[in-house]
């Protein structure tokens, strides 16, 4: 089965400030979707943004960007600008393209943002 | 607006006394599924319903049993809780594709405890 790990339990930026959260994971598959989600104290996870493997250009989503390294088999998340309100639970997951639904997930960071 | 909702949040029972947990979406979307996430852990698949399909995890077990009546519901009964359940349910829902690339939508879970 494929892992995702994620080295940093918790993580801590200041607001304005530019914080990476990282992720590795492990596959022999050449097609496949890699996603970050959030997880707010209390509320539901919602996706933050999602990168496909077949695609070479780094995927961006407002302040959120992410440095896919296929070779390496990386997946890190760049928070630029950070607020108050990006405090929260982040999942590295992995999904396969061919074989079922699951989500792979990584245990998680917990990002603390100070003002 | 469309989303996934839980019910209860907060479930306690007592040990092998069955428990039910439900939830219903406003998506539409056709595959729903249930994940286990224990503290400090990651969500872990438990099974998931393609339409009314029911796709079981090899490792989920079978205490865990799930039920989907109509598109909008599903439900998770665990028949007899152990001390080792206590975790926060996840429900999620995503519409299908050829590449499973879209991206799930999670309720806000259901915190077990059983006592």
């Known amino acids: 089965a494929q892992t995702v790990t994620q080295s940093q339990p918790e993580m801590s930026v200041q607001e304005a400030e530019t914080v990476t959260l990282s992720c590795t994971y492990d596959t022999s598959e050449s097609d496949y979707y890699l996603f970050w989600y959030k997880q707010p104290p209390s509320r539901q996870m919602i996706l933050v943004i999602r990168?496909?493997?077949?695609?070479?250009q780094n995927a961006t989503e407002n302040r959120f960007s992410v440095n896919f390294q296929k070779a390496a088999k990386s997946f890190s998340l760049k928070i630029s600008d950070s607020q108050l309100g990006d405090a929260a639970m982040y999942f590295c997951a992995y999904k396969d393209s061919n074989s079922g639904y699951a989500l792979n997930f990584g245990k998680g960071t917990s990002l603390l943002v100070t003002p | 607006d469309a989303m996934v909702i839980q019910n209860p949040r907060y479930q306690v029972t007592q040990f092998g006394k069955p428990v039910t947990l439900s939830c219903s979406q406003t998506?539409?979307?056709?595959?729903m599924y249930w994940y286990q996430q224990k503290s400090s852990q990651a969500p872990k698949l438990l099974f998931h319903?393609?339409?009314?399909?029911?796709?079981n995890e090899a490792d989920t077990p079978d205490n865990f049993q799930s039920r989907r009546p109509n598109t909008s519901f599903c439900f998770l009964d665990i028949r007899s809780p152990g001390l080792g359940d206590a975790a926060m349910y996840l429900c999620?829902?995503?519409?299908?594709?050829?590449?499973?690339?879209?991206?799930?939508?999670f309720g806000p879970g259901t915190r077990l405890t059983v006592l």
């Open positions: 998506l539409n979307h056709n595959v």
């Open positions: 319903y393609y339409d009314k399909d029911f796709n």
């Open positions: 990168q496909e493997a077949y695609k070479q």
């Open positions: 999620a829902t995503s519409r299908d594709s050829a590449y499973g690339r879209n991206e799930q939508f």
